[in-house]
Structures are given as structure tokens and as C-alpha cells.
């Protein structure tokens, strides 16, 4: 088993190595600013690092590219110099050299097999608004089993992935509750309580918070998430990246 290491960049880009591979979750490297739209987004922090400091990218993760916070305009330039890019197969309509997965549809890179889950933006219904997204699993033989959720705020999608993979020793969740008002109260990621209830439906995994800072629209603080995995007696579980600082998390 090789070494698993994680760079958080801030938001919900982690730059992440995983059985010889370097892999890119949704690429946010603008500065600070302001995102109008449906829904105005802002950004409050730059990138705790820069692309070019990443080292190799062997292949991005996308979650979606609808929203700028998932994919922002410096993300989007830095795909061109990407080999890989797995995301939707909406998304992938809207970006040159994109490979759009079907949840459950595979996609072979090396030793690794990448898997698309399904994932759920906001509530039940919410695709018509928010769009389609998608989360990965990522399996290699002799590596532990690896789920990256992207935007996926849906508890029950979580329990049908790990009865589906029941062996994922490692989940990046995007987290933050993020919330523009368009469904109410109801948030567009995970926030602490459902975080927890999804480390819960993960087993024994543990569990990388992510998407929980640097954007406006994110309504819950990372400490809040900390906190509520404190109070159950599950901080054991947790693994929380400090932007710009790489880490081993196996």
C-alpha cells in the first residue's frame, strides 16, 4: 500500500496522491471576488496555494462545472493542461476534453479504477435547479477504497454508495451547508449533522472534511462540523486538512 498525502487548497479543492496517481477534486484558484448569477456567489479567500505548486495532476475530479465555487475561472484554465478530467456527462457537454461518467460507470487510470456516484445537489427534485452532479470512489488492489463526494447533500445516497463499496477506508465530504436561499432552509451540501450521519453510514472510514470555508454561501463554520463530531465522541474520525499543508491520511 502506498502512502495516501492531501493538500487542501481551500474550498473544495484538494490535490490528493493515490496509488502512483495525483488527483485534483474541483479546481478553485481565483483571488477573492464576486460571482454574479441565478445565485451572486463570493469568494472571501484566494488559494492557500497555486496550481503550479502542485506538482504532477494526473487527472481532476469534477464535481460539476455549473457553479464557480466548485469550478472558477483560474480552474478552468488550468484544465487545459489536465490529461484527465472525469466529471457528469452534462458538465463534460460544456468542457473540451472531458470524459462525462453515468453513476456507477467506470473509468480506468492505471491501477486505478474510478467509479461515479451519484450525488444529489440541494433536496429531492433539486437537478432542475442546481444541476446534476457527481461524486467518485476510487479502488485499487492492495490501496484502501477511497469516496470523494463532491456537492452531494443526500444522507440516503450515502447509505446506497456504501452498500455499495463497503470497504471505503477514506471519504473527502463536502460539507459547509451551503445555502444561496434557493431551497430555504434546506442546504446544498452536507452540514455538521448530516456529516455525521454520513460518517456513520461510511462505517468505520474516515472521514476528510472539505467545501467548508472560503465562500459566503457557506453557512456552517468547519469548527461547527468539529464540534459536532466532538459531542458524539466520533473526533477520533475525523481528519481536518490545514489549507496549503500537505498531510498523510493513511
Known sequence: MTTIT???????????????????????????????GGATLYKLTGPAVSASALGAIDAVLLSHEQHAD?????????????????????????????????PWQTHRLGAVTVTAVPALHGPEGAE??????????LEAEGEPTVYVSGDNASVDLVREIAGRFPGIE??????????VGRFGDTDLTLNARTALEAADALGDALIVPVHAEGWFHFSETRERLI????????????????????????
Do not use: C, K
Not at 489536465?82 to 463534460?92: E, G, Q
Not at 432542475?128 to 470512489?137: D, I, K, N, P, Q
Not at 465522541?233 to 481536518?240: A, I, K, N, Q
Open 6 to 36: 492531501a493538500l487542501l487548497v481551500g474550498g473544495p479543492t484538494v490535490h490528493f496522491t493515490y496509488a502512483g496517481l495525483a488527483f485534483l477534486t474541483d479546481p478553485t484558484f481565483d483571488e477573492p471576488g464576486e460571482y454574479p
Open 70 to 102: 466548485n469550478l472558477d475561472a483560474a480552474g478552468r484554465d488550468l484544465l487545459a493542461e489536465v490529461p484527465v478530467i472525469l466529471t457528469t456527462t452534462d458538465s463534460a457537454t460544456r468542457l473540451d476534453g472531458a470524459t462525462g461518467l453515468d
Open 128 to 137: 432542475a435547479l442546481s444541476g446534476v452532479v457527481t461524486g467518485f470512489v
Open 170 to 179: 477514506i471519504a473527502f465530504l463536502f460539507a459547509g451547508a451551503a445555502n
Open 227 to 250: 464540534g459536532m463530531f466532538a459531542h458524539a465522541g466520533r473526533s477520533d474520525r475525523l481528519r481536518v486538512l490545514t489549507a496549503g499543508e500537505r498531510a498523510e491520511i493513511s
